[in-house]
Each structure stands twice: as structure tokens, then as C-alpha cells.
């Protein structure tokens, strides 16, 4: 009975999140503060028609996986090593900046140590996949500032990975610890080093065995990394990157499938597993989101000084890096409190749909600045164009 319930709980909620993901297709917008959305809504702090269980959780655990495996798969370290002075430039503005301002924020505001620096973690990194989709839909991969932001994504994702493995180390002996990562990360170098042509034999088959054995190898993953006492998030992102030194694009062609769907199932039922109620101080979220955007915006615009001497550039940089997504989701998720679970879903919530619509009306906003530029120009440019 339990299953049934649980089975039912799951087809409900992907029937509201297919509505929702029609809808946000139509609007051009991110879905996935609509799936948050519609968790809260169906969950205990709103209708209370679905709840979450060991099904759910299973469920949304492998979305949470085969997500991380897709940030390992764009880890390609020979390509960050090319451009290792625009990932480091970009990088450490981002990373000062925003991390900063998050941490002092929330522990002014109230939070304890440990919760302020996850609320710092999840207020400092943006969403690779918004990102990467505003970019695509707005038709801007050309233009000179894209290639900026997408280095300022994987140097996020590379602080992320390092934030994961210290809040996991917990109080374990960190030597042993950090041993047994070096270990798994070994082994998994080694499986993808000498055996490319086995993996890539395996990808070009035309029957299910491509999708079977993709599935498996994060499974299998994840379950040994448990295993050794290690952190599965981790060693599913170095698996990523491992095989992006083999065949990256076969990979995501036969996970996509399965990260679509749990990846949906992850974010729902996180927001079903939401509670509002749980000392939740609403001034206190309204200024933590007003803080990311105008933090981002700072980061932005220092940065697209350093890089190309243009505060037009970091405007640019800045509205497609609002929004904060499935990485700070992961982290509450894992690491948050119920109130500091609610404070970063909100958070992604509003600098989700805040930095969709300031992307895709970027060109406005540029225009503006130059236009403020030009009204406050010399008054010898004025007089020879004749004003």
C-alpha cells in the first residue's frame, strides 16, 4: 500500500512539473524554480497532497547523482589548462566577491558558523545549467563575454567540488579521509586512462548496452564511494571528469535521459520537503536575494573590467549569472537545516527568474548604460556633433 501511495505521490508531481516545464518553455524562462514551486505548493507547507518517502528520496537521490555526473562530464581539464588565465581571472573575482559578501550576510543576519558558510556556498555559485540555456536561447554563445562565463561556471564547479569533500570530511580523520578520496580518484584515472578503447567499444554499439552500462557505472560509483566512507557526490563528478578524457558526448547522450527525469524528481520533492514554518524569518530571505543579485552584479562588472576593460561587458556577465540553481539546491539539500533550506530555496527562486528575464533583456540594459554614458559625455563631444 505504501508503494502505491508513493508511486502515486511521484505521477502527480510529474504531471503538475510537465505542465509547469510546458509552461516555462513557452515563457522562456528556467524551469526549475517551478518544480521548487510546485514542491512547496503540493508539499507539507502547502496543499499537503504528496509527501516525501524512502521511494521519493531513491528517486531523487539519483537525479542529484546523475546531475553531478553531468558537471564532471563538462570538467575538461586540458581545455582549463588553455585558458587558465581567463578561468583564474574570472574565477577569483567571483569567488571573493560573492562568497564574501554571502558569508558576512548571513552570519550578521543571524545564522550559526557552519550554516552561514553553507548559505555563502549556495549564495556564491550560479547555475551552470540556466546559464548555458540562457546563453542558447538568447543567441549569445557568439558574442566575446560567453566565453568569460562559461570559464567563470567551471571554476565554480571546481570550488564546489573542493566545498563538498570539507563538508563531508565531517569529524573523520582527515588524513585517512582525504587518502581514500586520492584513492577512488585514482582508480577511477586509471579505469578511463587504460581503458578508452574498452569504453569506447562498448559507446558505438547500436542495443541497449550503451544506456546499461552508463547507468550502471554511476550507480556502481556512488555505491562504492559510500562504501570506502567517502562522499558519492564527489567521486560521480570525478567520474564525469574522468571520462571526458574518453568519450564525453556518448556519455551525456545515454545519462541525459536519466538525469532529465530524476533531476526533476529531485528538485519537486525537494521543495515537498520544505518546511516554511521552521523559524523562518521572511525579512531576513528578502535580504539575502536582494544581496545575491547586487553581488553578482558587482563580481560582474569587476570582472568584465579585468577582462576586457568594460563595465558593458560586466553587465552582460552579470545578468546571465544571477540566477543560482541546482548546485546551491544540492547543498541545502545535503548539508542545510530546515531554515537554511528554506532560505536558499527562495534564494533560487527569485535570482532564477530575476536573472531570466534581466538576460533576456540584457541589450536594454547595456543600452541604457550607454545611453546614461553619452548624456553625461564631455561637452566638447556634444559640440561637434553638432548638440
Not at 574565477?91 to 555563502?120: C, T
Not at 548496452?209 to 557526490?233: E, K, R, S, W
Not at 538525469?259 to 521543495?271: A, L, R, T, Y
Request: hydrophobic share 55%; glycine share 10%; charged share 10%.
Amino acid at each position: 500500500m505504501e508503494g502505491i501511495l508513493a508511486a502515486q505521490g511521484i505521477i502527480i508531481a510529474l504531471t503538475v512539473c510537465l505542465a509547469l516545464a510546458l509552461l516555462s518553455k513557452y515563457l522562456t524562462i528556467p524551469a526549475i524554480p517551478f518544480y521548487i514551486i510546485a514542491g512547496v505548493v503540493l508539499g507539507k507547507s502547502g496543499l499537503g497532497i504528496v509527501a516525501s518517502d524512502q521511494i521519493s528520496s531513491f528517486f531523487a537521490d539519483l537525479g542529484l547523482i546523475f546531475l553531478l555526473f553531468f558537471v564532471g562530464l563538462g570538467l575538461k581539464v586540458d581545455k582549463i589548462a588553455d585558458n587558465g588565465n581567463a578561468v583564474l581571472t574570472s574565477g577569483i573575482i567571483d569567488l571573493n566577491v560573492n562568497m564574501l559578501i554571502g558569508f558576512l550576510a548571513a552570519y550578521l543576519l543571524g545564522f550559526p558558523l557552519v550554516e552561514a558558510l553553507i548559505i555563502a556556498a549556495a549564495f556564491y555559485i550560479s547555475s551552470t545549467a540556466m546559464t548555458v540555456t540562457s546563453l542558447i536561447e538568447n543567441r549569445k554563445l557568439m558574442m566575446r563575454e560567453s566565453e568569460a562565463i562559461i570559464w567563470l561556471m567551471v571554476f565554480e564547479d571546481l570550488v564546489m567540488i573542493i566545498v563538498l569533500a570539507l563538508l563531508s570530511a565531517g569529524n573523520q580523520n582527515l588524513l585517512l579521509f582525504a587518502g581514500k578520496i586520492l584513492l577512488g580518484l585514482g582508480v577511477l584515472y586509471i579505469l578511463a586512462h587504460y581503458g578508452k578503447e574498452f569504453l569506447v567499444s562498448i559507446l558505438d554499439r547500436e542495443d541497449e548496452l550503451p544506456v546499461l552500462f552508463t547507468f550502471v557505472a554511476v550507480l556502481a560509483t556512488a555505491g562504492c564511494a559510500l562504501y570506502l566512507g567517502i562522499p558519492d557526490t564527489l567521486m560521480v563528478i570525478a567520474l564525469g571528469a574522468a571520462i571526458a578524457t574518453t568519450d564525453p558526448d556518448a556519455f551525456e547522450q545515454h545519462a541525459r535521459p536519466f538525469k532529465d527525469v530524476f533531476m526533476v524528481i529531485f528538485f519537486v520533492f525537494f521543495g515537498i520537503s520544505i518546511t516554511l514554518s521552521a523559524g523562518i524569518n521572511i525579512g531576513v530571505i528578502a535580504i539575502i536575494c536582494i544581496l545575491a543579485v547586487f553581488s553578482k552584479l558587482v563580481s560582474g562588472v569587476l570582472t568584465g573590467i579585468a577582462l576586457y576593460g568594460s563595465a558593458k561587458s560586466g553587465i552582460e556577465i552579470w545578468v546571465n549569472t544571477i540566477g543560482r540553481g541546482e548546485f546551491s539546491i544540492a547543498l541545502a539539500a545535503l548539508y542545510g537545516s530546515p531554515p537554511v533550506a528554506a532560505t536558499i530555496a527562495v534564494m533560487v527562486i527569485v535570482t532564477s527568474l530575476v536573472g531570466s528575464f534581466a538576460a533576456k533583456y540584457s541589450d536594454l540594459l547595456r543600452l541604457g548604460l550607454s545611453g546614461r554614458s553619452r548624456h553625461h559625455g564631455p561637452p566638447a563631444r556634444r559640440t561637434r556633433t553638432g548638440h
